[in-house]
């Protein structure tokens, strides 16, 4: 496991007890509950790509299974990921960025006192929540 | 801590031995030492067979220290007299694993170890936490390297008296045998790597590991130091021309080359050497290298070149910037020098990279303006920077700009920062930092 995940570990499985770290490419997987409305499942599996500069260098976007989209059939702002060796899912653009384009993860040495894989992942959730946007 | 202060405390008594407990801080396979204590005569029991024995009542009082501060220890002594191969004796190996034994069960769940230190060298073992033996080695760091005496080779060693006679002069036959010593890495050999090693070549630098995997082309040609007009013709690597440049100073220069900087060996010779100097065009690197010279306690030296191009036929700025991080200090990050966003797209893969193109997020990579009187300014200081720190011939500094407009030398302050994401997490982790991982063949 990347040395700065494993700083987290312990506290990212408290927050979401059914992660998993996954290799090939290095990921944490997660479940995320969503709103049946808008979306066409109400939970999901979400997988992050740990990038090998992490915590210096934060995730850039999401993956969720391919199947996963708006009920109403509206375009998803997703890709599909087998270039990424994600066969079956789809990269989802979210960027942690200001209104100016520049990166708003601020990583420390201390992973609790700076942006971390759990704020990452709330994003997410957070994200999801605002359709997508 | 000084090093040279500990070992002149130690053989103060020779021909007796000299006796010390190292204060240090463990963290996982590593001790570092914060302070020591070397016994005085009447500390100890006199020598009992040549042996140097301390006082239990003395070795008590020292313990409780130690473990109040939360430290562990390193039992040192010396062997005077004793000028290759030092080993522990036939009563140290005897009696060793007993002592580790009593320290361990005073200094419960904390690692133990000792050293014996000769006139050349030195033998080390050492007990971890749950005491298991393994070997114990020793490695210097601080801010300037203070190689122990014993490591500095007599005049008849050096064989190049003469060919370096002015360097002698300048920097003292110790500084002249060290660089001798030294396995510098390179990485980046193009404009400003390519008269690094040239300059280290002719300095008496003796091992070189180079990293890089571009080939020459004929824009290169105006700044690549030692490259002829064929070389691109014949699509040769600018490491060929790096070792061709070093094998015209020395023919006895030992040269490996790894390729590029994202491979296991790369990644690997990295953490052999005693210097790093980047000469590279990206902060995904210096990342990496950063990450590498905090995890292996390694100097590493960062060269880097640039000018803003301008539309009216001369440039805005043109300047350069040498940084030298040496562990246990600020690094580039800490200096605020490193973009993370630069270097997460420097790092990120060719189809995540696509990926981001694609969405209108990845930055426009131009090609930037060069020019060889920079390199060759940007290389020049980071030499004297080199020389300070191997030779003592003056103080390091460390972090600094050259403007090249003004003709000025701008100052950085740097301090270190205990929130760094990059040399606080990596101190000292050695193999734990996991390198490998940056590796992509």
Same mark, same amino acid.
């Given at each position: 496991?990347? $040395? ?21 490419? &290095?990921?944490?997987?997660? +479940? ?12 999901? $599996?979400a997988?992050? !790509? ?8 934060? $995730?850039?976007g ?19 990921? +087998? ?27 201390? $992973? ?8 990452? !992942?709330?994003?997410? &959730? ?8 | ?9 130690l ?15 463990? =963290?996982g ?27 239990e ?19 040192v ?11 522990? #004796?036939?009563?140290d ?6 002592f ?7 200094l ?21 936490? =749950? ?28 064989g190049?008296?003469e ?12 500084g002249q045998?060290?660089?001798g010593?030294?396995n ?9 790597g #390519? ?17 890089? =995997? ?26 060929a ?10 023919? #006895?220069?030992?040269?490996r ?6 491979c ?14 980047g000469?590279?065009?990206?902060d995904?690197?210096r ?30 700025q043109?300047?350069?910037r040498?940084?030298?991080?040496v ?13 993370f ?39 020049? #200081? ?16 460390p972090?600094?700009?050259? =403007? ?27 193999p734990?930092?996991q ?7």
């Amino acid at each position: 496991m990347h $040395p700065r995940l494993e700083e987290e570990w312990d506290d990212i499985v408290g927050e979401y007890p059914d992660a998993r770290h996954e290799m090939s490419p &290095e990921r944490v997987v997660v +479940t995320l509950e969503v709103a049946l409305d808008p979306y066409n499942q109400a939970l999901t $599996p979400a997988a992050v !790509l740990v990038p090998p500069g992490y915590r210096s260098t934060g $995730p850039d976007g999401f993956l969720v299974p391919s199947g996963f989209g708006f009920s109403n059939g509206d375009a998803f702002p997703a890709s599909d990921a +087998t270039g990424l060796g994600m066969a079956g899912w789809q990269a989802v653009s979210f960027h942690m960025i200001d209104a100016n384009g520049a990166s708003t993860w601020r990583p420390t040495a201390d $992973p609790r006192r700076g942006d971390n894989m759990i704020g990452y !992942l709330q994003s997410i &959730e957070s994200f999801i929540a605002r359709r997508c946007n | 801590m000084d090093f040279l202060g500990l070992e002149r405390a130690l053989f103060a008594p020779a021909p007796a031995e000299g006796a010390a407990f190292l204060r240090v801080e463990a =963290d996982g396979s590593v001790l570092r030492m914060r302070s020591y204590h070397v016994f005085q005569p009447h500390e100890l029991d006199g020598e009992a067979y040549g042996h140097v024995t301390i006082r239990e009542d003395v070795q008590i009082r020292e313990l409780a220290a130690i473990k109040r501060a939360g430290c562990a220890t390193v039992e040192v002594h010396t062997h005077p007299g004793t000028q290759h191969a030092v080993s522990f #004796s036939h009563y140290d190996d005897e009696q060793l694993p007993m002592f580790a034994r009593y320290v361990q069960n005073k200094l419960r769940g904390r690692p133990f170890g000792a050293l014996v230190l000769g006139e050349s060298g030195y033998a080390g073992r050492g007990w971890t936490a =749950d005491r298991n033996e393994e070997p114990l080695e020793l490695a210097l760091v601080g801010e300037r390297l203070t190689l122990p005496e014993w490591s500095v080779p007599a005049a008849s060693d050096l064989g190049h008296a003469e060919l370096f006679d002015r360097q002698i002069r300048a920097l003292g036959l110790d500084g002249q045998s060290r660089i001798g010593r030294l396995n510098v890495a390179v990485v980046g050999v193009g404009g400003t790597g #390519s008269q690094i090693v040239q300059q280290l070549a002719h300095l008496g630098v003796q091992r070189f590991t180079l990293i890089e =995997d571009d080939r020459v082309e004929r824009s290169n040609l105006p700044r690549l130091a030692g490259a002829r007009w064929s070389d691109p013709m014949l699509r040769r690597s600018k490491v060929a021309v790096a070792r061709r440049t070093v094998r015209g100073i020395s023919r #006895s220069a030992k040269i490996r080359s790894t390729g590029t900087l994202r491979c296991t060996e790369s990644l690997k010779a990295l953490q052999e050497v005693d210097l790093i100097v980047g000469c590279v065009d990206n902060d995904g690197a210096r990342l990496i290298l950063g990450e590498a010279a905090a995890a292996y306690l390694i100097p590493y030296l960062d060269l880097g070149v640039g000018i803003e191009e301008q539309t009216h036929g001369f440039a805005a700025q043109i300047g350069g910037r040498i940084a030298f991080y040496v562990p246990g200090g600020p690094c580039l990050a800490c200096a605020d020098e490193l973009d993370f966003d630069e270097a997460r797209e420097d790092l990120e893969s060719e189809a995540a990279h696509a990926l981001r193109l694609e969405r209108g997020y990845a930055r426009d990579r131009r090609i930037e303006p060069a020019l060889m009187p920079l390199n060759t300014v940007i290389a020049g #200081s980071g030499m004297m920077e080199f020389l300070a720190y191997f030779t003592g011939v003056r103080a390091v500094r460390p972090f600094y700009r050259f =403007d090249a407009v003004r003709s000025a030398i701008v100052g950085i302050n740097a301090e270190i920062q205990a929130d760094c994401p990059v040399c606080q997490p990596a101190y000292a982790r050695g193999p734990r930092q996991q390198l490998e991982r940056y590796a992509l063949s």
